[in-house]
């Protein structure tokens, strides 16, 4: 059975050349903007998937994001484990349309199903209202 190991949204993902490590820098928790609506410039997704021997060589499925109730991105994704019992996959989405508050969920879907879910929290803080004197 593929099971999913790891799925997280930063700003950044370097992998080291000597241990082949994965490092993630800028772990994206919260998004704060003064206004909406704004292109958010980029996201990175680390997923890393694990199988039993037996299982198949790729899996496929899909990465979505959505927020609010609105599909932002829903696009096929492709795990390759080349052998080994486990895969890892770095996606980078460069403008990333972000139109209001709300939970912003990254997941990955199989057959129509979420196996793992990433939650970021978009917010606008509310502006201090100003009376005149």
Request: aromatic content about 4%; glycine content about 6%; overall charge neutral.
């Amino acid at each position: 059975m593929i099971r999913p190991k790891l799925l997280l949204c930063a700003e950044g993902v370097a992998i080291d050349q000597k241990s082949n490590n994965a490092s993630a820098f800028n772990i994206l928790e919260q998004l704060n903007f003064v206004s909406l609506p704004v292109v958010f410039p980029k996201i990175v997704i680390l997923s890393i998937l694990e199988r039993d021997k037996g299982d198949p060589e790729k899996w496929r499925g899909k990465l979505r994001i959505n927020l609010a109730g609105s599909d932002i991105v829903d696009q096929p994704l492709e795990h390759n484990f080349q052998g080994k019992p486990r895969s890892r996959s770095i996606l980078t989405i460069g403008g990333l349309p972000i139109t209001q508050p709300g939970t912003m969920e990254i997941s990955l879907c199989e057959n129509g199903n979420k196996i793992i879910l990433y939650t970021v929290e978009v917010t606008v803080p509310e502006r201090p209202k100003v009376e005149p004197s």
